[in-house]
Nanobody
Framework: QVQLVESGGGLVQAGGSLRLSCAAS????????MGWFRQAPGKEREFVAA????????HYADSVLGRFTISRDNAKNTLWLQMNSLTPGDTAVYYC?????????????????????WGQGTQVTVSS
């Protein structure tokens, strides 16, 4: 099993940027495909981005494409989500998620059931 701890959330004005981190411990980090999800108040948790085991493949939700970048450093056991041009619509609790490989391509991993380990989340609030 892998343990995941997110950090880096906070309050930012619209148009600003934040970088979220997810620190992993436990099983070999490079063995996991990783993803970011978010959940806004009153809404279901939704897919944001995913990355393959060694970072060669990434996949994004249409709503964040071109604004967010997912990346990882397996030597540091860390996943990141760089978020630029933030809008109030990006306000949510952001969760990192992991799925032990092999399996489906990250391009097809967009639902909660595609991942089986989750962090506790970090709050991102974007003010207008």
């Amino acid at each position: 099993q892998v343990q995941l701890v997110e950090s880096g959330g906070g309050l930012v004005q619209a148009g600003g940027s934040l970088r979220l981190s997810c620190a992993a411990s436990g099983r070999t980090f490079s063995g996991y495909k990783m993803g970011w999800f978010r959940q806004a108040p009153g809404k279901e948790r939704e897919f944001v981005a995913a990355i393959s085991r060694f970072g060669a493949t990434t996949h994004y939700a249409d709503s964040v494409l071109g604004r967010f970048t997912i990346s990882r450093d397996n030597a540091k056991n860390t996943l990141w989500l760089q978020m630029n041009s933030l809008t109030p619509g990006d306000t949510a609790v952001y969760y990192c998620a992991a799925k032990w490989a092999p399996g489906r391509s990250v391009s097809a991993m967009t639902t909660l059931n595609d991942f089986d380990s989750w962090g506790q989340g970090t709050q991102v609030t974007v003010s207008s």
